[in-house]
């Protein structure tokens, strides 16, 4: 069942990349959830433009749809209305098939809770979006994977199983396994909410090498002072972008 799916899914075509387009960009997208209560609207009509290598830090209190937006350029979710277009890509005409085969090739996610897989040691783990989208040759997986816990700090432990590492190794392994297939695309939630001060200062410093090499990255976080070390902070207020402002202003 799930080999045929799998079949299925490489018989799928997308748009080819464009050269030139923004990282993301949005148009009056809107999110409507349906409650018990009735209609909610969680985002009500984003404009958004990310450019590559922009490492864009996402920021407002809990509830304001933070999750939610970054969620629409994963492809996790779909808006109710409006235009998304990851690296030219008109992510909002895709069927379900089309964006998962998107995602696999074009995003990279980082979640809170690191999300490995328990039996699967470090390295099957950063090897598994590989062996999922049949991106490079068999032979090739396990040592590209190798060099991807190299470049994050944990090349080490790479036989480990997650329950056999720190939050932090387990988070540097997750970040691994977002660059797997070599994602222009970058989006994490969270990604330091369950990580000591340190760590999370070295996963930012790993996002800005990353955005350094022409990664586009997004990333929500609650922390004002690892926000700052973005290229830009984005704020999200009940549904909306409230303010944004470069570096070059905040410093002004
Ligand atoms: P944040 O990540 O900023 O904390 P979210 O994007 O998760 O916020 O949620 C924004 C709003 O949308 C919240 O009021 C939340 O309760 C609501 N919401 C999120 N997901 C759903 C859902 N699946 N169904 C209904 N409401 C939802
Ligand atoms: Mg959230």
């Known amino acids: 069942m799930f080999k045929k799916w799998l079949a299925g899914l490489t018989a799928v075509e997308l748009p080819g990349p464009v050269p030139d387009a923004p990282a993301v960009r949005m148009q009056a997208v ?17 404009d958004l433009v990310v450019e590559p290598g ?4 996402v920021v407002g209190k809990s509830g304001s749809g933070k999750s939610t937006l970054i969620n629409m350029i994963t492809g996790i979710d779909r808006p109710t209305g409006g235009e998304l ?20 090739r074009t995003v990279g996610v980082v979640f809170q809770f690191f999300q490995l897989l328990p039996t699967l040691t470090a390295l099957e783990n950063v090897m598994l979006p590989m062996d999922f989208c049949e991106m490079y040759a ?31 190794q387990q988070q540097r392994v997750a970040i691994a396994r977002s ?8 989006v994490a939630d ?10 999370a200062a070295a996963v930012i410093d790993l996002f800005n090498q990353l955005a350094g090499e022409g990664k586009t990255i997004l990333m ?31 410093h002004e």
């Open 85 to 104: 277009w990851v690296a030219g890509t008109p992510v909002h005409t895709l069927t379900e098939n089309q964006i998962a085969v998107w995602r696999g």
């Open 190 to 199: 969270e990604p330091t909410g369950n990580l000591d001060s340190r760590t």
């Open 138 to 168: 068999d032979h090739e997986r396990s040592e590209r994977a190798r060099g991807l816990l190299e470049l994050v700090g944990v090349g080490d432990q790479a036989d480990k199983l997650p329950a056999n590492l720190s939050g932090g």
């Open 54 to 57: 922009e490492f864009v830090a």
């Open 220 to 250: 929500v976080t609650h922390d004002q002072e690892l926000a700052e070390q973005s290229s830009r902070i984005l704020t999200v207020a009940e549904g909306r972008i409230a303010t944004a402002f470069s570096e070059d202003s905040r």
């Open 179 to 186: 660059l797997a297939n070599d994602p222009p695309l970058l």
């Open 30 to 46: 809107r999110k409507v959830y349906q409650t018990g209560a009735g209609e909610f609207e969680a985002l009500k009509g984003i």
